[in-house]
C-alpha cells in the first residue's frame, strides 16, 4: 500500500560518526521503541525500554535500525572496533535536545513524504517469548496481551520472533515513509531518505 503526501514535511537529521551501540541505546527514548539488529549469525527484532535491549544483543551486531515516537535512529559499526556510525531521523521541530554531539544534516526546505506498507513474510503461530514491548497503536484494545510477542513462520525463513500481539494465522506489516526532495532548479523530485514507524496488523487477509 502506498500513499503519497505532497503537503510537505519538516524533515529534521543528525549523524554521529563515533558512537557505540550501547551508547546509542542509551539515547533512546525510556517509554520504549522496537528495532531490527544484524549480526554474523542472524537478523532478529528487538525491544528498548529504560535503556535495556530485550533479548540481548548477539556482541557481533554490526548493525541496527530503532523506530518509535516519531524518530528513527540507526547504527552501523565501523570495522571491526566497537563504535561505529549513527544517524538519527525525524519530523518536527523538536527532538534533538538530547544529541549533543551529534551534528546536523542539511536538509532541504521542502519535503514530500510517500507512505509505505510492507507484509512481512510469515503468519503468527505459538508465542516463543514474553518481553516487555512499546504498545503500537493499532494494538491498543488487544491488551493485555499487549506484552507478548508472536511467532512468525514461513517456509523460507524459518521462525523467528516479532515484537506484535498476532492471532494465529494473521500476518504483521511494518509502516514506513519516504522522503522526497526537487533535485535541482528544473523540478526534478529523488529520494532522499526513509523512516521506519511502526509494526502493524496486516490489512491483507486470506
Not at 525500554?49 to 544483543?57: C, K, L, R
Not at 503468519?123 to 517469548?129: D, F, P, S, V
Request: glycine fraction near 10%; proline fraction near 6%; include cysteine.
Amino acid at each position: 500500500m502506498v500513499e503519497i503526501d505532497r503537503g510537505g514535511a519538516k524533515l529534521q537529521r543528525a549523524r554521529n560518526d563515533a558512537i557505540s551501540l550501547d551508547q546509542l541505546v542509551e539515547l533512546l527514548p525510556p517509554d520504549g521503541v522496537i528495532g531490527m539488529i544484524f549480526s554474523a549469525q542472524q537478523a532478529s527484532w528487538v525491544s528498548v525500554t529504560g535503556g535495556v535491549m530485550s533479548p540481548e544483543p548477539d556482541p557481533s551486531v554490526y548493525e541496527a535500525r530503532f523506530f518509535g515516537a516519531g524518530q528513527e535512529w540507526r547504527w552501523l559499526r565501523s570495522g571491526s572496533a566497537l563504535v561505529g556510525q549513527a544517524a538519527w531521523i525525524a519530523e518536527g521541530e523538536d527532538g534533538h535536545s538530547s544529541l549533543k554531539g551529534w551534528r546536523m544534516v542539511d536538509t532541504p526546505s521542502t519535503v514530500f513524504k510517500v507512505q509505505r506498507q510492507l507484509l512481512l513474510r510469515g503468519k503468527a503461530g505459538a508465542t516463543a517469548l514474553k518481553q516487555p514491548l512499546l504498545k503500537q497503536p493499532a494494538l491498543e484494545t488487544q491488551s493485555p496481551e499487549s506484552s507478548r510477542w508472536a511467532c512468525i513462520y514461513d517456509p523460507a525463513t524459518g521462525p523467528y520472533d516479532l515484537p506484535i500481539v498476532l492471532e494465529d494465522g494473521r500476518s504483521a506489516a511494518l509502516s514506513l515513509v519516504e522522503y522526497l526532495a526537487e533535485l535541482d532548479e528544473f523540478g526534478n523530485v529523488g529520494f532522499l531518505d526513509e523512516r521506519l514507524v511502526e509494526l502493524q496488523l496486516s490489512s491483507v487477509e486470506d
